[in-house]
């Protein structure tokens, strides 16, 4: 594991337990609206084509928060494997330690910055359409 200290480490394993149980509790409330909601919209309430075109947007943009949510998630999730595996804070591109600084910005970081621009410079294009 990195340079981080004991009570660094303490500090940042609160902060993803706290953002972890956020997370969750709204992935909860996102659930019971929606299923509340679609229990509406079974009991026929009847709305014109804007008004189903304005629910279609809806959905859509709460299954995105949720598929952001849960790849949130999943980055906490790793970020806590790779303190019970020692590896917490170490560069999964070059090994190099992490910055305590990144890491109390953004816990669930698996690389360095160097690394990181880099990276986001190699695959800035993903999941973009191309012509």
């Not at 494997?81 to 305590?100: N, Q, S, T």
């Amino acid at each position: 594991m990195a340079h981080l200290s004991i009570s660094q480490l303490k500090s940042l394993k609160a902060k993803l337990l706290d953002r972890q149980r956020v997370l969750t509790e709204e992935i909860k409330a996102k659930r019971e609206r929606t299923a509340a909601e679609g229990n509406e919209d079974a009991m026929g309430v009847v709305g014109d084509a804007g008004d189903e075109s304005v629910m279609r947007e809806i959905t859509d943009l709460s299954l995105q928060e949720a598929g952001r949510d849960m790849e949130e998630l999943q980055e906490i999730d790793a970020a806590l494997r790779r303190m019970d595996d020692g590896d917490y804070g170490d560069c999964e591109e070059c090994g190099g330690e992490i910055d305590f600084r990144r890491l109390e910005v953004q816990p669930t970081a698996s690389r360095c910055v160097p690394c990181q621009s880099q990276h986001e410079k190699t695959y800035a294009h993903k999941n973009m359409p191309t012509m």
